[in-house]
């Protein structure tokens, strides 16, 4: 059986019942080849898990975007609760090489499945939640789900300056704002690009940003405060 504890390590928390742990990482093929080793899979706790990482990511954006409507918190949620973003956060932690597997799911790529990635990561969840209670749980997810709440908040932002703009040009029965580039500077690991927004024939407003969607959104954003 996989040792975990560098998995401890990884996940930053110190189970009272590391069982709970253990628990989560066993897949079904384990059971089939390993019958009476384990009491049991992680199923189970991958139900409780989905449950308990919609509440939190839910309580997150609900605090985060006072300014959505219930169908744009749904689209933002939905962004971060898939088996995609769980099973790509799975694979930074590495929990694909402390899976209990049987041979033959392992031997046709088990560890790096998306189903049985996304799984376990939820199971995981489930079991901090069981160890560590709901400010643990509200620590623990906040900090997995880091990177990718704010790329899914600035990607929203984004949409959300572009597609106003978009929405008020129209209404003045002008033609669609044109986004020009006209600086790339810097290396290729830190560059910054500047556009300029284009409404009939004249700039409304320029913006910067890491990429050419957020210089875009600040351009939008100018764009819409100068109309």
């Known amino acids: 059986m996989p040792d975990i504890a560098g998995l401890h390590?990884?996940?930053?928390?110190?189970?009272?019942?590391?069982?709970?742990?253990r628990q989560a990482l066993v897949h079904s093929s384990y059971i089939n080849e390993n019958p009476g080793e384990v009491s049991g899979?992680?199923?189970?706790?991958?139900?409780?898990?989905?449950?308990?990482?919609?509440f939190f990511i839910t309580e997150k954006l609900y605090a985060e975007c006072p300014g959505s409507s219930e169908g744009e918190m749904t689209r933002l949620r939905a962004?971060?609760?898939?088996?995609?973003?769980?099973?790509?956060?799975?694979?930074?932690?590495?929990?694909?090489?402390?899976?209990?597997?049987?041979?033959?799911?392992?031997?046709?790529?088990?560890?790096d499945k998306?189903?049985?990635?996304?799984?376990?990561?939820?199971?995981?969840?489930?079991?901090?939640?069981l160890d560590q209670g709901v400010a643990g749980t509200r620590k623990f997810i906040r900090r997995l789900f880091?990177?990718?709440?704010?790329?899914?908040?600035?990607?929203?932002?984004?949409?959300?300056?572009?597609?106003?703009?978009?929405?008020?040009?129209?209404s003045r029965?002008?033609?669609?704002?044109?986004?020009?580039?006209?600086?790339e500077e810097g290396p290729d690991h830190a560059k910054t690009f500047t556009v300029e927004v284009i409404i009939g024939n004249s700039v409304?407003?320029?913006?910067v940003g890491k990429s050419k969607k957020q210089a875009e959104?600040?351009?939008?954003?100018?764009?819409?405060?100068?109309l």
């Open 9 to 21: 390590k990884t996940l930053g928390i110190a189970f009272k019942d590391a069982s709970l742990l």
């Open 41 to 54: 899979n992680n199923e189970r706790l991958e139900f409780l898990g989905d449950a308990i990482l919609g």
């Open 79 to 111: 962004a971060l609760v898939n088996g995609d973003t769980l099973a790509n956060i799975a694979r930074k932690i590495q929990i694909g090489d402390y899976l209990y597997m049987g041979r033959g799911e392992e031997s046709s790529g088990g560890r």
């Open 114 to 129: 998306k189903p049985n990635l996304a799984g376990a990561m939820e199971a995981v969840i489930a079991a901090v939640y």
């Open 146 to 170: 880091k990177n990718e709440m704010v790329d899914v908040l600035s990607n929203n932002n984004i949409k959300d300056y572009k597609s106003r703009l978009q929405e008020v040009v129209q």
């Open 173 to 183: 029965d002008q033609a669609a704002p044109v986004y020009r580039l006209i600086a």
């Open 204 to 207: 409304q407003g320029r913006g």
């Open 217 to 226: 959104a600040t351009a939008a954003r100018v764009a819409l405060e100068k």
